[in-house]
């Protein structure tokens, strides 16, 4: 069973912020929050990542709510290529194997 | 800098035909991941490797799929007597930690697609 919920589908407008939320009530406190996303034909990448402090890096940043029920990945300024699906996963770092990846939110950017 | 290589990009093969997908990690990563992704889903897992070592191999569908790293670097998946129900792109993926408390992402390779006729 996933253990996060995201919405199906959102759409953005280019050069927008795009903000994808993600509910994982049931997490545990060993549990890391990461995303991923995957353009069409391509693999997943690797986004970001965290436990319970907000983060950034070059790509977005991520806003984890201090009961860590919730988080929301947020791309600044959103352009045609960033077009994709988007995954939230949580994870237990000493699995390596426990990424379960749902069927994530699919993020139109458009003109 | 080079990133997880698979090969074949695309694979054809007819129902009952072994096929072998490879994997060529991110040098000096440990541990290598393998998973199955369906039209319009995400990721499954099915394997894991820490160096030669298979420590997970629970995601496997059935005794028709194997995967080996034999010298901790290269994978291959093998799927024995192909049914149509394998048809999926297969991916793999590497990160630079083994078990333990390592936080380190997965790197993904763009995947194989096959098709089973």
């Known amino acids: 069973d996933a253990k996060t919920t995201q919405p199906t589908s959102m759409d953005c407008a280019e050069g927008r912020a795009a903000n994808l939320p993600c509910n994982h009530s049931?997490?545990?406190?060993?549990?890391?929050v990461y995303w991923y996303r995957q353009i069409h034909s391509q693999g997943p990448q690797y986004i970001i990542h965290?436990?319970?402090n907000n983060e950034t890096n070059e790509m977005a940043s991520l806003i984890i709510t201090e009961d860590r029920k919730s988080s929301t990945l947020i791309l600044p300024h959103a352009t045609l290529r960033d077009t994709a699906v988007y995954y939230c996963?949580?994870?237990?770092?000493?699995?390596?194997?426990?990424?379960?990846f749902g069927a994530g939110t699919r993020l139109t950017v458009k003109p | 800098g080079a990133g997880v290589s698979q090969s074949p990009r695309y694979k054809v093969a007819k129902r009952g035909q072994d096929v072998a997908l490879r994997c060529d990690p991110i040098?000096?990563?440990?541990?290598l991941f393998w998973y199955q992704q369906a039209l319009g889903q995400g990721p499954e897992f099915l394997t894991y490797?820490?160096?030669?070592?298979?420590?997970?191999k629970s995601g496997l569908p059935s005794d028709r799929f194997f995967a080996e790293r034999p010298e901790g670097s290269v994978s291959t998946l093998k799927i024995q007597r192909t049914q149509q129900e394998d048809s999926a792109v297969y991916l793999c993926?590497?990160?630079?930690?083994?078990?333990?408390?390592?936080?380190?992402?997965?790197?993904f390779g763009d995947g194989t697609r096959l098709s089973i006729l």
């Open positions: 049931t997490i545990s406190g060993n549990e890391y």
């Open positions: 996963i949580v994870r237990v770092t000493y699995n390596n194997n426990d990424m379960r």
């Open positions: 965290g436990l319970k």
């Open positions: 993926a590497s990160s630079s930690k083994g078990t333990g408390r390592s936080n380190q992402p997965q790197h």
């Open positions: 040098s000096g990563h440990v541990s």
């Open positions: 490797f820490q160096n030669e070592a298979q420590l997970d």
